[in-house]
Protein backbone atom coordinates (compact mmCIF):
# COMPACT_ATOMS: atom_id res chain seq x y z
CA UNK A 1 0.00 0.00 0.00
CA UNK A 2 1.50 3.20 -1.04
CA UNK A 3 1.79 6.32 1.61
CA UNK A 4 -0.64 8.16 -0.96
CA UNK A 5 -3.27 5.88 -1.16
CA UNK A 6 -2.77 5.32 3.22
CA UNK A 7 -3.13 9.09 3.12
CA UNK A 8 -6.03 9.21 1.37
CA UNK A 9 -8.21 6.64 3.16
CA UNK A 10 -6.80 8.48 6.49
CA UNK A 11 -7.85 11.74 5.10
CA UNK A 12 -11.22 10.55 4.31
CA UNK A 13 -11.70 8.67 7.30
CA UNK A 14 -10.79 11.33 9.76
CA UNK A 15 -11.92 14.14 7.45
CA UNK A 16 -15.97 14.36 7.60
CA UNK A 17 -16.07 17.49 4.98
CA UNK A 18 -18.80 17.92 2.75
CA UNK A 19 -15.76 18.43 0.02
CA UNK A 20 -16.28 18.03 -3.73
CA UNK A 21 -13.44 15.35 -4.33
CA UNK A 22 -10.74 13.31 -2.43
CA UNK A 23 -8.27 16.56 -3.73
CA UNK A 24 -10.27 18.88 -1.68
CA UNK A 25 -10.59 16.33 1.54
CA UNK A 26 -7.00 16.00 1.38
CA UNK A 27 -5.63 19.61 1.26
CA UNK A 28 -8.54 20.00 4.14
CA UNK A 29 -7.04 17.60 6.38
CA UNK A 30 -3.28 18.66 5.50
CA UNK A 31 -4.24 22.02 6.70
CA UNK A 32 -5.63 20.86 9.73
CA UNK A 33 -2.03 18.93 10.34
CA UNK A 34 -0.19 22.04 9.88
CA UNK A 35 -2.10 24.14 11.82
CA UNK A 36 -1.73 21.45 15.01
CA UNK A 37 2.20 20.98 14.20
CA UNK A 38 2.46 24.71 14.73
CA UNK A 39 0.47 24.68 17.60
CA UNK A 40 2.09 21.60 19.10
CA UNK A 41 6.03 22.80 17.34
CA UNK A 42 6.36 19.07 15.96
CA UNK A 43 9.54 18.80 14.03
CA UNK A 44 9.60 18.23 9.88
CA UNK A 45 11.78 14.81 11.24
CA UNK A 46 8.60 13.70 13.50
CA UNK A 47 6.54 14.65 10.08
CA UNK A 48 8.81 12.51 7.90
CA UNK A 49 7.94 9.52 10.68
CA UNK A 50 4.39 9.74 10.25
CA UNK A 51 4.63 9.61 6.20
CA UNK A 52 6.96 6.66 6.92
CA UNK A 53 4.55 4.99 8.78
CA UNK A 54 6.58 4.80 12.05
CA UNK A 55 5.19 4.74 15.90
CA UNK A 56 5.37 8.03 17.26
CA UNK A 57 7.36 9.03 20.41
CA UNK A 58 7.24 12.62 21.21
CA UNK A 59 5.03 14.13 23.00
CA UNK A 60 4.63 17.53 20.86
CA UNK A 61 3.85 14.80 17.36
CA UNK A 62 1.28 13.04 19.85
CA UNK A 63 -0.72 16.12 20.72
CA UNK A 64 -0.79 17.30 16.91
CA UNK A 65 -2.42 13.67 16.21
CA UNK A 66 -5.00 14.71 18.63
CA UNK A 67 -5.59 18.04 17.97
CA UNK A 68 -5.77 17.13 14.31
CA UNK A 69 -8.01 13.89 14.92
CA UNK A 70 -10.46 16.62 17.21
CA UNK A 71 -10.52 19.03 14.50
CA UNK A 72 -11.66 16.47 11.57
CA UNK A 73 -14.10 14.82 14.32
CA UNK A 74 -12.82 11.25 14.39
CA UNK A 75 -12.10 11.78 18.29
CA UNK A 76 -14.84 12.96 20.79
CA UNK A 77 -13.83 15.71 23.55
CA UNK A 78 -12.49 13.20 25.45
CA UNK A 79 -9.47 12.36 22.42
CA UNK A 80 -11.76 8.83 21.73
CA UNK A 81 -12.28 7.22 18.34
CA UNK A 82 -15.83 7.92 17.95
CA UNK A 83 -17.84 5.10 16.01
CA UNK A 84 -20.33 6.92 15.36
CA UNK A 85 -18.49 9.46 13.69
CA UNK A 86 -16.46 7.37 11.88
CA UNK A 87 -19.76 5.38 10.35
CA UNK A 88 -20.77 8.93 9.17
CA UNK A 89 -17.55 9.76 7.57
CA UNK A 90 -17.70 6.00 5.74
CA UNK A 91 -21.21 6.99 4.88
CA UNK A 92 -20.09 10.11 3.09
CA UNK A 93 -17.30 9.06 1.84
CA UNK A 94 -18.38 5.91 0.47
CA UNK A 95 -21.75 6.31 -0.51
CA UNK A 96 -22.05 4.41 -3.50
CA UNK A 97 -19.68 1.43 -2.33
CA UNK A 98 -21.39 -0.93 -0.11
CA UNK A 99 -17.69 -2.83 -0.04
CA UNK A 100 -15.55 0.10 0.85
CA UNK A 101 -18.22 1.06 3.76
CA UNK A 102 -18.00 -1.92 5.70
CA UNK A 103 -14.51 -2.34 5.01
CA UNK A 104 -14.41 0.87 6.63
CA UNK A 105 -16.58 0.24 9.93
CA UNK A 106 -14.56 -3.16 9.72
CA UNK A 107 -11.40 -1.09 10.26
CA UNK A 108 -12.94 0.96 13.33
CA UNK A 109 -14.23 -1.53 14.76
CA UNK A 110 -10.61 -3.21 15.29
CA UNK A 111 -8.84 -0.43 16.53
CA UNK A 112 -12.28 1.11 19.03
CA UNK A 113 -10.04 -1.02 21.88
CA UNK A 114 -7.98 1.79 22.33
CA UNK A 115 -10.75 3.34 24.02
CA UNK A 116 -11.02 0.95 26.87
CA UNK A 117 -7.26 0.95 27.53
CA UNK A 118 -6.05 2.15 30.91
CA UNK A 119 -4.47 6.18 30.19
CA UNK A 120 -3.87 8.18 32.78
CA UNK A 121 -1.90 11.45 32.88
CA UNK A 122 -2.17 15.32 31.85
CA UNK A 123 -1.64 14.45 28.14
CA UNK A 124 -3.97 11.48 27.59
CA UNK A 125 -5.75 12.42 24.42
CA UNK A 126 -2.01 12.60 22.92
CA UNK A 127 -1.23 9.04 24.35
CA UNK A 128 -4.19 7.92 23.24
CA UNK A 129 -4.01 9.69 19.88
CA UNK A 130 -0.61 7.84 19.42
CA UNK A 131 -2.03 4.57 20.32
CA UNK A 132 -5.32 4.94 17.17
CA UNK A 133 -2.48 5.79 15.14
CA UNK A 134 -0.32 2.82 15.68
CA UNK A 135 -3.68 0.77 15.62
CA UNK A 136 -4.25 2.30 11.78
CA UNK A 137 -0.61 1.87 10.51
CA UNK A 138 -0.81 -2.09 11.94
CA UNK A 139 -4.28 -2.73 10.59
CA UNK A 140 -4.58 -0.41 7.23
CA UNK A 141 -3.66 -3.85 4.95
CA UNK A 142 -5.79 -5.86 6.25
CA UNK A 143 -9.11 -3.44 6.63
CA UNK A 144 -8.61 -1.80 3.31
Known amino acids: MSFSNFVVFITVCISYLMAANVTDIKLKYLQYVLEC ?8 EDIRDLAK ?7 NIKC ?8 T ?7 KLSAE ?3 EIA ?3 YHDD ?6 SEDFTRTCLYVNEEGI ?6 CERAAKIFKCAIDNFDSAV
Open 85 to 87: RMK
Open 120 to 125: SGERKE
Open 73 to 79: GMTDEEG
Open 91 to 93: ETA
Open 64 to 71: MLACAYKK
Open 37 to 44: ATEHSVST
Open 53 to 59: HRVVKGD
Open 98 to 103: AEKKKK
